[in-house]
């Protein structure tokens, strides 16, 4: 059962095209959707990270605010010699603190401690990294801690500070200097949590490392400021397997391009073949069309002589003897010519099927060629034909296939006879060379175009020159031609150039017995 949309290319073509759009688009798409489920995990992965970065930052910050209510509670303004056993029993507890300065809202100079020489360093580093002028009190409530995070050019400086009132209304700025050292252990204690899987480090604004080494930029490194405590510093993160995350997505996303490409480029391989493989069934029911109808003809004008001659004879319009042998010789020539045709028919309908009939005998070719060209000489020499036959001494005999041979010979002659135009001059060479017997058929006639010398014994092709295929033929004769040379073993070459003629050689190799193994009789099948 046929369907009948499968003839028309056009709808063809159409379904070839829609089937590669949407193939290219299912790719796309399928790639699209792969990575993008690739970024849904690594944005998932990264916000995961910076939460945890986040948590832990907090952690920290609400640690030191705790020890700021401590400090806040521990402090009492309305006595000022009870001072210094407050900052002693601060000093003591472990909140973090080096110093405790007790300062007015309007100066730089702290009213405890004094100016020593036992603390002038330390005392003086304080009065020169805490500046009251800058920290605008009028805006800050009473009793609130605020803190203060400077860089230094040797250290770090920080305080918590708060504005006190005592009970006569006088205004009291404490500042609580903070040890970088039990800050450092404070922050310690919480990062050690992480360093299981994790890179860590806590940098400053110019990627200076306060604690660790710097991380270096990467996609998976997570970085988030501490926002009111230590707020010069940056807390960096990096998973340990970061290099086994970025090579794990670089090769999936690998994987995934590959496939698609594979699955697009075996999509497109497998529309290329069907196109070329209805292309090329196109072609042959065209060449099979050809066939039918050049084969119609063929047979059909033998068969309207033999016919008209026939009854010519029968009604005795012919009364002289010469006119009926003239019809006899046309009905016998015209009947020989279908007998060849119908033999080729046979032996090519044979050769598709793969059988072959073949009935070797020890001859001699050169006597084979001059008994064919006896027997069908005089007819191509009546239409004009100059038939030169050139034959070695010496040709030996060989086992071959008389009727095969004679067949392609005749298929050769049968070929010049077509293809000579004007120019009606035939050579034919019979000679040895290197254990084969060449049978050579030259003509003068249309030639054939270099591109198109091996297609010629394909079947059913008939060449592309409309001069050519205005010419009636089969298209099978030079295909089984070459079935007859490759089941003796041999070959059959074409020399030829486009208008100057064509010399087809068929080369049998001797065979001087029936079992002899220098060449190999093969079945040509296709």
Not at 189 to 212: C, I, K, M, P, T
Not at 284 to 307: G, Q
Not at 319 to 348: Q, W
Request: glycine share 6%; with cysteine; aromatic share 10%.
């Amino acid at each position: 059962m046929k369907i009948p949309f499968v003839q028309k290319a056009p709808l063809i073509l159409i379904g070839i095209g829609l089937i590669v759009i949407s193939t290219a688009a299912l790719s796309y798409f399928s790639y699209y959707y792969t990575v993008g489920r690739e970024n849904l995990v690594e944005t998932s992965l990264i916000q995961s990270n910076n939460k945890l970065a986040s948590q832990t930052v907090n952690r920290i910050e609400k640690k030191i605010e705790e020890n700021d209510r401590i400090l806040l509670d521990m402090v009492d303004v309305n006595d000022p010699s009870r001072w210094p056993e407050m900052v002693d029993a601060i000093r003591k507890a472990d909140l973090n603190v080096d110093q405790v300065y007790f300062l007015k809202p309007d100066s730089d100079w702290p009213l405890y401690p004094l100016y020593s020489h036992e603390i002038r360093n330390q005392w003086g580093a304080f009065r020169a990294s805490f500046k009251v002028k800058e920290l605008d009190l009028d805006r800050i409530a009473l009793d609130q801690p605020h803190h203060l995070h400077m860089e230094r050019p040797k250290n770090y400086f920080f305080a918590t500070y708060a504005l006190k009132e005592a009970g006569d209304g006088t205004r009291i700025l404490v500042c609580y200097q903070m040890s970088f050292d039990k800050i450092m252990a404070l922050v310690d204690s919480r990062l050690r949590e992480l360093q299981d899987r994790f890179y860590v480090s806590v940098v400053d604004f110019e990627g200076n490392g306060v604690y660790g080494q710097p991380i270096s930029p990467s996609k998976y490194r997570f970085e988030t400021r501490f926002p009111n405590t230590l707020y010069k510093w940056l807390l960096q993160i990096l998973p340990r397997n970061y290099t086994e995350l970025e090579q794990g997505v670089r090769n999936q996303r690998l994987r995934n391009l590959f496939f698609v490409i594979t699955s697009m480029s075996l999509t497109f391989i497998s529309v290329a073949i069907i196109f070329v493989a209805w292309r090329r069934d196109r072609q042959l029911r065209k060449l099979k069309e050809d066939f039918i109808s050049n084969v119609s003809h063929a047979l059909k004008t033998p068969l309207s002589l033999i016919r008209m001659f026939s009854e010519m004879l029968l009604m005795g319009r012919a009364k002289e003897e010469n006119k009926r042998l003239e019809y006899y010789r046309i009905i016998h020539s015209e009947s020989d010519r279908m007998t060849r045709l119908i033999a080729n028919l046979l032996d090519f309908a044979n050769l598709g099927r793969g059988v072959e009939y073949r009935h070797f005998e020890k001859i001699n070719i050169a006597q084979l060629v001059v008994e064919v060209l006896e027997a069908y000489g005089a007819e191509i020499q009546k239409d004009g034909f100059q038939l030169n036959l050139d034959v070695d001494p010496g040709i030996p005999d060989s086992y071959v296939d008389p009727n095969s041979i004679a067949m392609a010979f005749l298929n050769l002659l049968d070929n010049s006879v077509k293809y000579s135009g004007d120019r009606k001059c035939i050579d034919i060479k019979v000679a040895c060379s290197n254990g084969f017997v060449d049978l050579s058929v030259a003509d003068k006639g249309v030639g054939i175009p270099e591109s198109e010398q091996q297609k010629i014994f394909d079947k059913f092709y008939r060449g592309s020159d409309p001069s050519v295929r205005r010419i009636r033929g089969s298209g099978i004769g030079l295909a089984i031609t070459k079935h007859v040379a490759e089941m003796h073993g041999g070959e059959i070459l074409v020399k030829s150039e486009a208008g100057k003629g064509s010399t087809f050689t068929l080369k049998i190799p001797i065979r001087e017995s029936e079992d002899d193994s220098r060449f190999e009789i093969r079945d040509s099948k296709p």
